[in-house]
């Protein structure tokens, strides 16, 4: 792994770490679950709800996409160490 490479992924881990983070996805998954099928009254509501969902669904799951993607680079530079 490159120094950038580390510098990258060490700012993504320092966030996810934080006080902030932690509240950005509490709020985040809060707004997710508050999308109820009985709220929605029409086919152009229901794109719409499943467009906010997917938005959301990508955020909630950013720091796990981060870290396999740091885990993979990691398992990479250990074969080809060997």
């Not at 985040?28 to 999308?35: D, G, K, P, R, V």
Request: charged share 30%; net charge negative.
């Amino acid at each position: 792994m490159t120094k950038e490479e580390e510098d990258y992924y060490e700012l993504y881990f320092d966030l996810f770490s934080s006080k902030g983070w932690k509240q950005f996805v509490a709020d985040t998954q809060s707004t997710y679950n508050s999308f109820t099928i009985e709220q929605i009254k029409d086919s152009d509501q229901l794109s719409y709800v499943k467009g906010q969902r997917l938005v959301l669904e990508n955020v909630l799951q950013f720091e796990t996409l981060i870290r396999s993607a740091y885990d993979s680079i990691q398992e990479q530079s250990n074969v080809d160490e060997v």
